[in-house]
């Protein structure tokens, strides 16, 4: 009769393997796409699943209304989805839905929306040069702001009360909020551009910002008299922390930067004439 000690050992020495396997053997593979979460959709219509819309802006995540202006500059068939919190496989958001199919990361999002509604590229070189900007603003830009509005109190706040959290009882709910996202977004951006000293975040900020104003010049948008996709990322990513509530980088665009100020007024007259509520 097998004794329960040895039943044990087993026991152990099973989860032990299983563990080394799936840390050191198995091999990395991607979630498979879900089945559509709208079952009644209409074709060439996009749904975009991100998070609820706030009073003074669009949508506090950059990436959401990234999707957003670029289905609006474009002229695309588009739905908001925010009933629910649905991440996308990657367990981010946004994601869209195009007849059916899940489609996650805005770069992929772009793609998808060029091949599907016969959008036309910027000249060859106009083009290089957008996708340089868009990953500037996407992946350096980005987290250089995440440590400027995550250092801010008005953030959370602002934060709260679109979860629906009443003021009286937003001071109660800020340390733990705050707790909850300070850490995840200190790691996610020095994970991304390394550690600095406030003074030398400053000046790498000032650098990203100096080379968008540079090349945007006297020109009223990026790349002309129209809102291109290069627009979509820079305004997404500099609206959402200069519309929602007031911190450093409205000091800083205002003392330093006022054309870049101008542009997100041309851009937010252009494409959310009456979303913005004062």
């Known amino acids: 009769m097998i004794s329960s ?3 044990k ?3 152990i020495l099973s989860v032990i393997g299983i563990i080394i396997y799936k840390k050191f053997f198995k091999k990395p593979s991607i979630r498979a796409k879900p089945e559509p979460y709208k079952k009644d959709y209409n074709r060439g219509t996009v749904y ?4 609820k819309r706030t009073k003074k802006c669009p949508n506090l995540s950059p990436f959401c209304m990234k999707v957003e202006v670029l289905c609006r500059a474009y002229k695309v068939p588009y739905e908001i989805c925010d009933e629910k919190l649905i991440w996308s496989r990657n367990g981010t958001l946004p994601f869209i839905e195009l007849n059916g199919e899940h489609i996650a990361d805005t770069d992929l999002i772009e793609v998808r929306l060029r ?4 959008i036309s590229s910027l000249p060859k070189e106009k083009e290089a040069q957008s996708v340089a900007i868009t990953r500037l ?3 350096h830009l980005f987290n250089v702001l995440l440590r400027y509005k995550t250092s801010d109190n008005d953030f959370y706040y602002t934060l709260l009360g679109n979860m629906g959290v009443p ?3 937003q001071p109660i709910c800020l340390p733990f909020i705050k707790a909850a996202f300070v850490k995840k977004a200190y790691e996610r951006s020095t994970r991304a551009i390394g550690d600095f ?3 030398d975040l400053d000046d790498i900020l000032h650098r990203d910002l100096q080379t968008i104003q540079d090349y945007l010049g006297e020109q009223k948008f990026l790349f002309g008299d129209e809102v291109k996709a290069a627009d979509a990322a820079v305004f ?3 609206a959402t922390v200069i519309y929602p509530f007031r911190c450093k980088i409205n000091d800083i665009l205002e003392n330093d930067f006022p054309q870049l100020l101008e542009y997100c007024e041309r851009v937010r007259k252009e494409i959310y004439p009456n979303d913005f509520v004062e």
């Open 5 to 7: 000690c040895a039943i």
């Open 9 to 11: 050992v087993v026991f």
């Open 48 to 51: 975009l699943y991100q998070f």
């Open 115 to 118: 091949e599907h509604f016969n």
């Open 137 to 139: 603003a996407d992946n």
């Open 167 to 169: 003021k009286i009882l």
């Open 197 to 199: 000293e406030q003074t």
């Open 236 to 238: 997404g990513q500099l």
